[in-house]
């Protein structure tokens, strides 16, 4: 699987962004896409995820009530749409992806087993 993110870019304090992510190859059943977000020195952060298979999906703290993530399923994408973007937001975002995801690592980045190239988001005036 390989997956090419876009979408990132600056933007003002309370202004929206939205990412995208292409996954192209084999998906299962439990094909998981998520959005994860990493600042220079800090550890890697998830942002939310959702899996093909029965359409569960999740979120951080940070990210809920702000940020939506949804899918083409016939496209293998995933998006996220992040509204009400605060400077602390900041970070290059990233998506990944796996074909074997249980619900309970989705949050997980180490259970993710393909990373696309990162998206830089600045939220700034």
């Known amino acids: 699987v390989q997956l090419q993110a876009s979408g990132g870019g600056l933007v003002q304090p309370g202004g929206s962004l939205r990412l995208s992510c292409a996954a192209s190859?084999?998906?299962?059943?439990?094909?998981?896409m998520g959005w994860f977000r990493q600042v220079p020195g800090k550890e890697r952060e998830f942002v939310a995820a959702?899996?093909?298979?029965?359409?569960?999906?999740i979120y951080a703290d940070s990210a809920k009530g702000r940020f939506t993530i949804s899918r083409d399923n016939a496209k293998k994408t995933v998006y996220l749409q992040m509204n009400s973007l605060k400077p602390e937001d900041t970070a290059v975002y990233y998506c990944?992806?796996?074909?074997?995801?249980?619900?309970?690592?989705?949050?997980?980045?180490?259970?993710?087993?393909?990373w696309g190239q990162g998206t830089l988001v600045t939220v700034s005036s």
């Open positions: 959702t899996r093909w298979g029965g359409g569960s999906t």
């Open positions: 190859g084999q998906t299962s059943y439990r094909f998981t």
């Open positions: 990944a992806a796996d074909n074997t995801m249980i619900l309970s690592s989705m949050s997980i980045g180490s259970a993710y087993d393909y």
